[in-house]
C-alpha cells in the first residue's frame, strides 16, 4: 500500500499559486515526524526531480529555480507535508510527488499517484 497521498493540484495561470498537500494516513506520529520529506516533480519527458525537502528540524533545501517561490512546510501531528507555490510559470507544469527521503536522498517508499500541476495562459 502507498503511504503517502498528494493531492492540491489544479490548473492556473501564469503568475497564480496553488497549495499541495501530502498526507501519511497509515503512519503514526513517531515514525513520521523522523522522516526528511520532500516534494518531487515530474514533468512530460523528463526524469522526476527533487524540488524541496525538510527535515525533522524543519530546515528545508530548495532547487534552484523554485527558490523564493515555493514553501515546504510540515505539520507533525497532521502527519502532513505542504507545498506552497506562488508565482507559478508554465514550466512548473508537472505532476507532483511527496516522498520521504533515505540517508543516501533516495526516495524511501513506493510512489503515489501524484498530483498534477497545469500553468498556462
Known amino acids: 500500500q502507498v503511504p503517502l497521498v498528494e493531492s492540491g493540484g489544479g490548473s492556473v495561470q501564469p503568475g497564480g499559486s496553488l497549495r499541495l498537500s501530502c498526507v501519511a494516513p497509515?503512519?503514526?506520529?513517531?515514525?513520521?515526524?523522523?522522516?526528511?520529506m520532500g516534494w518531487y516533480r515530474q514533468a512530460p519527458g523528463k526524469e522526476r526531480e527533487l524540488v524541496a525537502s525538510?527535515?525533522?528540524?524543519?530546515?528545508?533545501n530548495y532547487e534552484d529555480s523554485v527558490k523564493g517561490r515555493f514553501t515546504i512546510s510540515r505539520n507533525n501531528s497532521r502527519k502532513t507535508v505542504y507545498l506552497q507555490m506562488s508565482g507559478l510559470r508554465p514550466e512548473d507544469t508537472a505532476v507532483y510527488y511527496c516522498?520521504?527521503?533515505?540517508?543516501?536522498?533516495?526516495?524511501?517508499?513506493?510512489w503515489g499517484q501524484g498530483t498534477q500541476v497545469t500553468v498556462s495562459s
Open positions: 497509515r503512519m503514526i506520529f513517531s515514525t513520521f515526524s523522523p522522516l526528511v
Open positions: 516522498n520521504a527521503l533515505t540517508t543516501t536522498k533516495e526516495p524511501k517508499f513506493n
Open positions: 525538510i527535515n525533522s528540524n524543519f530546515a528545508t
